[in-house]
């Protein structure tokens, strides 16, 4: 039901009138449904943040969503629950019976749902179908907006480092040549050229443009996977680039570009040469925490994929925890001790079960053991009391711990609300100050069930050319559930008792953060394959992943 027929709903209900019921039968019989509105939105090229904001804006008011595949999943985070999502994909034949079929496809859409959106690759209007779909809509007589996108046209070759217009190259030509045999003898030799679908009828089309006049010197780049993190891009000439491409062995379609400002890219490629571009990453820790990680890693060209080590699960017995809240109200404790965001979250979920808030820490001191800890707390409104001015760890808390004073501490009890498998330090630590400690298990950590066996096999073989190890448990779990990474493998670490665990279990460490968080493991691993990638370019060799340099002499065992 639409907002105007919901407001005439309410004001009838509010204002009785006596209506026949024949009448009112008849006269609802011929109001008709109103038809819904569409709007076309651009979603770009491949890369998910290059949605505007406005696409996004619309997104999360959408009653239904019409997609073309897989490519769009990221984009529905943005719609609300219950969204309806349509899948446009399966039109084939000719482009023209495509775009028909997804024409009528959203016609259909828009008469059943008051709000759809349509998403399409690319800008709605610029080499896409949007301007034909929309065109369908006005003849059913149904409204649309479009919310341009950025073109594959313009952002590829950014992605690849290569400008479209320089000082002395002003004029640009882009061609479609999908299911379309279009004259190229009448285009400008000293013009940049933007292919689009030529991938299929390269060999054809490049012989055409030097029989149109174009030199067979002329520099060719052809990107494919543009804007992603599996962007590939190949340079070559016209004389040249079907046998570069063969050679490098790149698949699917390509954006192609002609010309002189394909030479920029030695000085411009920006995207290709991040640090841990293509760099397939795995981040092995529990699952609702590996966000921030994946983006950092993403952020430097990688491509991160989470494995499930750890799941966090309440305690065996919640009487201990039931316990300690009580004591925490009723004013037994002098400090709460944070050391993990999981202890946040356990104490919090039991504040809620019992229907508190932030005020029942009133008159307790907070000691938080780093950043990320302080920081959950601080989403509570509460600001710590005290954080580790050096190592943030367990034993660096104990460094800043104040010793129990008889004189200015009233109570002498700690609640340590902490995973089952910690570490004795901070007990320890605290009972040398003069502290009695209640060491609560507020959260289990359990090993999570093995990966898929490709994955395991992805591991053990080093197909992938990195892991990052966020704790102690993820080493342990990680190599317990699925085998130690290959030795060609980087390992990255984000402290020294997580590097101490994994050179136990016979890993070599390559990387380790300067402070346990996630942002810094990311930035030391993006280090080493920065430093990796320079001594590289130093030696004249060509720049490789780690799990490429030993791709073609690993022998099956």
């Not at 067979?216 to 599996?230: D, E, F, I, L, R």
Request: proline share 6%.
């Amino acid at each position: 039901m639409s907002s105007a027929q919901t407001a005439a709903s309410t004001a009838t209900s509010a204002t009785p009138q006596t209506v026949p019921a024949k009448a009112a039968a008849t006269s609802a019989a011929k109001q008709p449904r109103p038809l819904g509105h569409v709007t076309f939105v651009g979603v770009g090229p491949g890369d998910p943040s290059l949605l505007t904001l406005a696409g996004r804006d619309v997104l999360a008011g959408a009653d239904a969503v019409v997609v073309e595949g897989p490519e769009h999943d990221a984009f529905l985070a943005y719609c609300k629950p219950g969204v309806e999502v349509i899948d446009g994909s399966g039109a084939e034949g000719s482009r023209a019976l495509r775009v028909a079929a997804r024409g009528r496809l959203v016609v259909k859409t828009a008469k059943s749902a008051a709000n759809v959106v349509r998403l399409l690759t690319g800008d709605p209007f610029t080499f896409s179908s949007g301007a034909e779909e929309a065109a369908a809509c006005r003849k059913a007589g149904i409204g649309f907006n479009v919310i341009p996108g950025v073109s594959e046209v313009s952002a590829v070759p950014t992605y690849a480092g290569i400008p479209l217009t320089m000082k002395n190259d002003r004029e640009v030509t882009v061609v479609d040549l999908a299911e379309a045999k279009l004259d190229l003898s009448r285009l400008h030799t000293k013009q940049t050229l933007v292919l689009l679908n030529a991938t299929d009828v390269l060999k054809d089309t490049v012989a055409a443009l030097v029989e149109a006049g174009f030199d067979a010197s002329t520099p060719v780049a052809a990107t494919v996977g543009g804007t992603t993190t599996a962007q590939t891009s190949v340079i070559g000439t016209l004389e040249t680039i079907v046998a570069d491409l063969r050679a490098a062995k790149v698949t699917g379609e390509a954006v192609i570009v002609v010309g002189s400002v394909v030479e920029q890219r030695e000085a411009l490629s920006w995207f290709e040469t991040k640090p841990l571009f293509g760099w397939r990453i795995l981040v092995p820790r529990t699952k609702d925490q590996a966000g921030p990680l994946m983006d950092r890693l993403r952020r430097y060209g990688a491509m991160p994929e989470e494995v499930p080590t750890i799941s966090v699960e309440p305690p065996r017995n919640p009487q201990q925890m039931d316990k300690a809240i009580r004591g925490l109200v009723e004013g037994r404790y002098e400090w709460v001790a944070f050391t993990s965001v999981n202890a946040v979250k356990a104490v919090r979920e039991k504040f809620d079960e019992y229907g508190l808030d932030a005020r029942a820490f009133s008159g307790l001191k907070i000691a938080a053991v780093g950043d990320k800890t302080a920081e959950a707390i601080a989403a509570w409104g509460i600001r710590p009391d005290l954080t580790p001015t050096g190592e943030q760890s367990a034993a660096g808390l104990v460094e800043d711990w104040p010793p129990f004073d008889e004189v200015l501490d009233p109570i002498n009890r700690v609640f340590l609300p902490r995973a089952d498998i910690a570490t004795e330090t901070l007990v320890a630590g605290l009972t040398d100050l003069g502290w009695e400690v209640d060491d609560v298990t507020a959260y289990r950590t359990v090993r999570a069930a093995p990966p898929p066996a490709p994955t395991r096999e992805a591991i053990k073989s080093g197909k992938f050319d990195a892991v990052v190890f966020t704790s102690s448990s993820t080493v342990r779990n990680l190599v317990g559930i699925a085998g130690k990474p290959h030795a060609s493998t980087v390992i990255a670490v984000i402290g020294p008792a997580t590097l101490k665990t994994a050179e136990e279990h016979g890993l070599r460490v390559d990387a380790m953060a300067d402070a346990p968080s996630a942002e810094e493991l990311a930035d030391a691993l993006a280090r080493f394959g920065a430093d990796r990638r320079d001594t590289m370019v130093a030696a004249g060799e060509p720049v490789t992943r780690p799990s490429e340099r030993r791709a073609g002499s690993r022998r099956k065992s």
